[in-house]
């Protein structure tokens, strides 16, 4: 063999060498991994172990946090004399009238905002300018209006309520992609299809997240409200308390609106999961 072709032949082998595919490796994954069980109680339980740790080594004075044993005594002998299930029933029916009703008005004007520019430009502007305006500011001219009865209480939980479900279920809407609304106009669908197959399924997301932040106000604002001239219902209870200086009794309101906050958004979650299972997102 010639100089030239050894000295071919070494170059080609060196090629082979660089070209040697390297140890396989397993792609890095990058997701937030399987979920975790009963993740959601993870921070509830640490917060409730710093809880009692503090109160155990005196760090937290009793006089200001009652501990963690107490609450439960307490709330047991509330439980046993029927006063947290009275006032928990009239809670929860506030919270439910209130939600009812700012759910459905601000679906109901999302859907005539989000389907027509001139219902926009009269609905829109209004609904923001209340947007930055807190519910809450509203109560005295609500008094005013409606008196310190029920309707009062509930139209400011509705207040509260109607708007985060008018903005987010709005935004869905526009943010639906152009291209199912030119094939809907391809295939001919007809206006109550169109509603039923694209309009709809496309704001359910936008919906579903409103709803987390409804539920969450609705509890917001019903805590004020069963502190304004109120004669029943957990804040009622806990102003009562408060002028007896019952720190327990007002910590067991606070766990109680903290549980309900908890589970009605866990609930939304649940429903937001069920019916949104087709996508495939980073939550898994």
């Given at each position: ?85 009275s006032n928990l029933a009239t809670s929860a029916q506030r919270a439910a009238l209130g939600l009812l009703f700012g759910v459905l008005a601000g679906l109901v004007l999302a859907l005539v905002s989000g ?44 207040l509260g309520v109607f708007v985060p479900v008018y903005i987010h279920t709005h935004n869905g809407l526009r943010t639906i992609d152009n291209r199912y609304v030119e094939l809907a106009e391809t295939v ?97």
């Amino acid at each position: 063999m010639s100089t030239e072709a050894a000295e071919e032949v070494t170059l080609h082998k060196d090629e082979l060498t660089v070209q040697a595919p390297s140890t396989t490796r397993a792609p890095r994954r990058l997701g937030l991994g399987r979920p975790v069980p009963y993740g959601w109680a993870l921070g509830p339980l640490l917060l409730l172990a710093v809880w009692a740790a503090g109160s155990a080594t005196g760090l937290i004075d009793s006089r200001n946090l009652s501990a963690p044993w107490t609450v439960v005594t307490t709330a047991g002998d509330l439980i046993e004399n029927g006063r947290l299930q009275s006032n928990l029933a009239t809670s929860a029916q506030r919270a439910a009238l209130g939600l009812l009703f700012g759910v459905l008005a601000g679906l109901v004007l999302a859907l005539v905002s989000g389907l027509s520019r001139i219902a926009e430009g009269v609905i829109d502007g209004p609904v923001q300018i209340k947007r930055a305006i807190p519910s809450l500011a509203l109560i005295p001219l609500l008094i005013l209006w409606f008196g310190i009865g029920e309707p009062m209480k509930v139209i400011t939980i509705a207040l509260g309520v109607f708007v985060p479900v008018y903005i987010h279920t709005h935004n869905g809407l526009r943010t639906i992609d152009n291209r199912y609304v030119e094939l809907a106009e391809t295939v001919r669908l007809s206006r109550t299809a169109f509603l039923r197959h694209v309009v709809l399924p496309g704001a359910l997301p936008g919906f579903l997240l409103g709803m987390r932040f409804a539920v969450t106000g609705a509890w917001l604002a019903l805590v004020v409200v069963e502190q304004v001239n109120a004669t029943s219902g957990i804040g009622y209870m806990m102003e009562l308390a408060r002028t007896y200086g019952q720190t327990d009794v007002i910590i067991v309101g606070l766990v109680v609106y903290g549980l309900l906050g908890l589970l009605s958004d866990a609930l939304v979650r649940l429903v937001e999961r069920r019916t949104l299972s087709w996508r495939r997102t980073l939550a898994g």
